[in-house]
């Protein structure tokens, strides 16, 4: 990954060192951390010799990613304009271990199947990835000698994919395993506002923005289970399928980031930015689950972004 951003950077910067006045490319690395709790539930955990129910929960670790654009705001001006794209990747992977124990598919097909009371370990690798592409403009206000603000308004597109790979077995030798693929595409208008306050502090100064978006989606899931020990009982689907795709909906995206930059103004001003961001996307998550009801759960991605800016 830093050697994509590196290089993604230095693409840029030779791009627009060779553009008009004006220019600004700007790069930024990423540590986020992806959530989908509580409608990451992958299985359900019964214990045989005890009254006790466990929903078994996908915590995600921290991976990185990347940020990348250009500004453009030549002289005669009043408003500049950005592109802007977000590429961020995360997977994580969970087991349940054999013992005294039921564990049941949450998920559709696997409960639907006439196998879900049947195994007694299972294990999943979810993985998540995520890019947007943000166009919007903007227009620096100086409201006090040490701050401005910018408004902004414009368009986002975003492409969400989801993957769910779980294997299922028991003592006996029942096996299965269950694939889901959860898509997402959309795009709508946003809107936002920053600022950066220097509370005397040289060239170093607090810096915050606040923005959202309204989508306009569409939603493709596909669950597929299917045993893979060589025979199923009378009771049992061999293979059992569902399906909800082009599901047209909106959704709601908020973002928020606070932090800090410094500028080191020279033959190209050079900015260097780092702080905390967290977007939250409403709705997004719209798994089968097995009351045969899409799940409508929040995703939210956090953590640090450090980043630079070169203007000519």
């Known amino acids: 990954m830093i050697r994509n951003f590196t290089c993604l950077f230095f693409l840029l910067l030779s791009a627009a060192s060779a553009a008009a006045e004006g220019v600004t490319p700007f790069a930024e690395a990423i540590v986020w951390h992806a959530s989908a709790e509580t409608s990451s539930v992958w299985a359900s955990e019964v214990p045989l ?22 500004e453009f705001k030549p002289t005669e001006w009043l408003w500049d304009v950005r592109f802007t794209v977000t590429h961020f990747a995360t997977s994580q992977d969970a087991s349940i271990a054999d013992g005294l124990n039921l564990v049941i598919p949450e998920f559709f097909s696997g409960f639907l199947s006439g196998d879900s009371f049947d195994f007694t370990t ?14 919007d403009i903007g227009h620096d206000i100086e409201v006090a000698p040490t701050c401005v603000i910018r408004p902004t308004f414009g368009l986002k597109a975003a492409i969400i994919n989801q993957n769910i790979h779980s294997n299922w077995a028991d003592f006996f030798g029942v096996s299965a395993v269950e694939n889901v693929r959860h898509e ?7 809107a936002g506002v920053g600022a950066r306050w220097n509370p ?10 606040l923005s959202g978006a309204l989508l306009y989606g569409v939603w ?11 025979g199923a009982p009378s009771s049992s689907y061999e293979a059992f399928s569902t399906s909800m795709n082009d599901s047209k909906l909106g959704t709601v995206m908020l973002r928020s980031f606070f ?38 759960g929040d995703l939210t991605f956090q953590g640090g972004v450090c980043g ?3 203007s000519y």
């Open 220 to 230: 493709n899931v596909e669950d597929d289970f299917r045993r893979t020990d060589g």
């Open 259 to 296: 932090g800090a930059e410094w500028r080191l103004p020279c033959r190209a001003t050079v900015v260097g930015r780092v702080g905390y961001e967290m977007q939250w996307w409403a709705n997004q998550q719209r798994l089968l689950t097995f009351q045969q009801l899409p799940m409508h």
């Open 200 to 209: 005397g502090m040289g060239n170093l100064s607090l810096v915050g923005d």
């Open 308 to 310: 630079i800016a070169v």
């Open 184 to 190: 997402f595409f959309g795009i709508g208008p946003s």
């Open 49 to 70: 010799l005890a009254r006790e129910f466990e929903a078994n929960n996908l915590e995600f670790g921290w991976n990185t990613g990347f940020r990348a654009g250009i």
């Open 122 to 135: 299972a294990s999943v690798d979810w993985s998540i990835k995520y890019t947007t592409f943000d166009w």
